[in-house]
């Protein structure tokens, strides 16, 4: 790679973006980075703590603030909370600062992904899918506004996606 290039993975919990992003990372050279283990790096706690002590508003501020500090970086890939798209900031970082890329993934899979993580906090109720169904009609729309790629994550595996996001990208 000639020039050091950033990549912003987006999508919804379960989709595979740390798993994706630690292998493109790997085959591209680059840093990796989660914002999820940033925040969790900085406050010294999980993210359900952070959830519980200072609600979903603390814990989007977080975010906000390690993202626009991550995006600043350059030859990084990153995989986002699932969630950081709501905010119109990071929409802005995201796709002014590098090559954004939508991991794209039906309810089913995240359902099937998800079900036995704890570390999910909006997920820990007694329907999860209600849930996920909820967040995609807000949250999806939203990844395709930024998205400069699209990749379908359901029956693939994490290194077959990391090579067609190379592909597609011409790297």
């Known amino acids: 790679m000639a020039e050091k290039r950033n990549i912003f993975l987006v999508g919804p919990m379960g989709a595979g973006k740390s798993t994706i992003g630690r292998h493109l990372a790997q085959m591209l050279h680059l840093q990796f980075h989660d914002s999820d283990q940033e925040i969790e790096h900085r406050t010294g706690a999980d993210i359900g703590w952070v959830f519980d002590v200072e609600g979903e508003e ?11 500090d991550l995006t600043e970086m350059q030859g990084i890939v990153l995989a986002t909370g699932g969630g950081s798209v709501q905010s119109k900031d990071i929409r802005n970082f995201l796709s002014a600062r590098g090559i954004v890329v939508y991991l794209e993934t039906t309810i089913d ?3 099937a992904r998800t079900q036995r993580d704890k570390r999910r906090p ?3 109720v007694d329907d999860p899918r209600e849930v996920l169904e909820n967040l995609a009609e807000a949250r999806n729309p939203l990844y395709e506004e930024i998205a400069d790629l699209i990749v379908k994550t359901d029956d693939q595996s994490a290194k077959v996606v990391a090579n067609q996001i190379i592909e597609q990208l011409g790297f």
């Open 122 to 124: 909006l997920l820990q």
């Open 109 to 111: 899979k995240q359902v």
């Open 58 to 68: 603390g814990f989007r501020r977080r975010e906000a603030q390690v993202i626009a």
